[in-house]
């Protein structure tokens, strides 16, 4: 059985949608959802918006 592909950053789930090189890294910032190809760009993003407020 496959244990789903759901992480934890900074209080903020990061859900992997899709597999290999389609695999997409979804999360939800402010109430929006936000997207992006690797899990580094959604990390990047919620750093930003928790450390300086700033909606990516």
Do not use: C, Q
């Amino acid at each position: 059985m496959l244990k789903p592909k759901n992480n934890v950053y900074r209080g903020h789930p990061i859900e992997r949608v899709g597999h290999g090189k389609r695999a997409v890294f979804k999360t939800t910032i402010n109430e929006k959802e936000w997207s992006a190809t690797t899990e580094l760009e959604v990390k990047t993003a919620i750093d930003v918006w928790i450390d300086e407020g700033i909606e990516p």
